[in-house]
Each structure stands twice: as C-alpha cells, then as structure tokens.
C-alpha cells in the first residue's frame, strides 16, 4: 500500500461525514457514525480503526490494497465511492456454502467480545465470510446442531434462531472487518441508522461481487468501500445545497485514485460546454458514458446555468433535467 492510500483511510476513519461498507453483491454491512457520537479511534502503521456503541470497522494496511476511486449514475443523481482492492487470489476467503462454526473471534473489535463464538452464514462470496457472533451457550449450542446445512435451505431452522437471538453480525475480509450491534429489524422493517446489514438471497445468486456500474479491473475484487460526504446529498441520501468544496474534494480523489480516461471525458465535456459548444457525440465505454452523463449532472448542481448545458442534457441525459430524488440507499448503486 502506498503512503496515498494509507493518508486516505486515515483521513477518512477521522471524518464522521466518511461511510462504509464491506460485503459483496446482495450481502453488505455498513458503518457510519453521528459527529457527536462518541467514537474510539485508533491510526496506525498497520490499521485504522473505529468503535462505537452501534458498530465497528477496522482496516488493515495491506502492501497490495489498489485504492479505486469511481461515480456511477443514479435515477437523476450520480453516487460516489472508493473502492479497496486486492487481487482475488490476495483477497480469497472461506468461500463456504453452509453454516460453519469458527470459534472464538479473537479478533473482536472490543475486548469483551473475544471469547463469543462466529458462525459463518456460509453464504458462499469468494472475497468475505459473513459471519453472526453469539455470546450465548445455549444459542451457540442449538446452531451447532445445524452446521453443515446451508441457512437458507428449506426447513433449516437455523435462520429463525439467530433472527430471535440478534446476535452481532461480523462482515469480514482480508482487508478487514465491520462489526454490527445494533439489533435486526424485523422482516417489515427499515434499516437502523447508523451500522446496519443487509442480506438478499435473490442478489448473492448471481454470483457478482460488486454492481455492474462500478469499473472494478478484471482479476480485482473489492474487499472494502469507503463514501467520502456527496456534494450534493447528506449521508441519509436527502438532498442537501451543493458543497463545491465536497465536490472538488472527491474530484481529487478521481485524479489520484481513478480512471485517467473518464477524468479527461469529463473535462472535455465541461471544456466544451464553457465554450458554449453544441452537443456532441464522445466515445466511450459503458463507464465512459456514464461519466459523460455525471459531469453534465455535476454542472447542473453547482448551478452553471446555460442553454448550451439544457441543450447538452436534453441530448445525452434527459433524466439529468429531472430533479434529484431521494436516493437514501448510497451504496446499492
């Protein structure tokens, strides 16, 4: 890892505004923090690090974490993230199929913790165990007797037992963990905020590791994600007066961690627009035209009004015209 990146996640374990998540496609934890909450933090060499009373995440500072900065389209907005990845033989975990005893987790986030016994859901991702931990022996022991089956199969009643224990889910992978206690919403239920989870067997049959609009290379898989403050919405996903300072931040981050490629189709686009050029046609890939469609919206929000840009929006983004809607679910893109 080099000093950029380990100056980002230490950058970004202090912002309370940064979030987080770990998991694949379909099963995913997510970390964040009020700005007043009360927070132990620790940076170091190896880790950054940060607990509440709801929840936890740890990083870890791996020599090969390839940092990787991208936007992706929304209904009339645009998300932004960053992606921390290893190779997939680097990043490869357990894999498992069936629930799966591992012990006790001693690399439990709070002490008090250490001596509760993980459960891997096995919910088979190549790149993260998604894992319950039960402090509970009569709980622990009526699991075990399920192990070896997958929770989901039909008739497994493994699934009611931990949804009626509400056990801490622990998402882990080589680049570290985060940690959820917070309880389980019921089936009718919203998501806490704040560190919550969630599982979707429809999503985690595809097999996918990330969505199809994040350009993660072939051969990479992320193993973590972080979400520096969106210029143009708060962190429950309301739309909130654009921060050009947020923005220019994240830009920045594009310039050091992202794609060179739509980083200059981006800028030939407002080039264009700032000499009042009619629209025209830009190749790209996929992720080349969405980038194309982000920096019209990108302009749109920070309030550079002409007709060239209606005119550029009405031709390559009509949606981009449409105003931004409540798009609170950040990391589901």
Known sequence: MNAATIDLLHRAIADPDTQWSLGTFGAIAEFSRDPHEPVTLQQSDDAVSAVTARGGIAIRHHPRNRALASESITKSGWNQRIALCLSKADGA??????????????????????????????????????????????????????????????????????????????????????????????????????????????????????????????????????????????????????????????????????????????RRVRDAIAAEQPPSAMSGDRHGRAGIRIALRQLKAAGHVSPVLQSWLQNLDPAGLETDADEADLHHD
């Open 93 to 266: 975990m357990g894999g498992r199929a069936v629930l799966t005893e591992l012990g006790a987790d001693t690399g439990a986030l709070r002490a008090s913790d250490r001596d509760s016994i993980l459960f891997d859901l096995g919910l088979g991702a190549p790149h993260a165990d998604f894992c319950v931990r039960i402090g509970d022996g009569d709980t622990a022991a009526q699991l075990r007797r399920h192990a070896g089956r997958a929770v989901f199969e039909t008739g497994n009643p493994a699934m009611g037992l931990i949804l009626s224990a509400n056990p801490h889910r622990v998402f882990i992978s080589r680049l570290g963990r985060i940690e959820v206690y917070q309880p389980i919403p019921p089936a009718s239920g919203r998501s806490p905020e704040g560190p919550h989870t969630h599982v979707l067997p429809k999503l985690l049959k595809s097999g996918r590791t990330h969505p199809a609009t994040e350009p993660i290379p072939e051969g990479w898989v992320p193993c973590a994600h972080l979400y520096p403050p969106h210029p143009a919405r708060d962190g429950s996903g309301e739309a909130r007066p654009f921060d050009p300072a947020r923005h220019e931040s994240f830009q920045s981050y594009i310039a050091r961690f992202g794609s060179p490629e739509i980083l200059s189709l981006k």
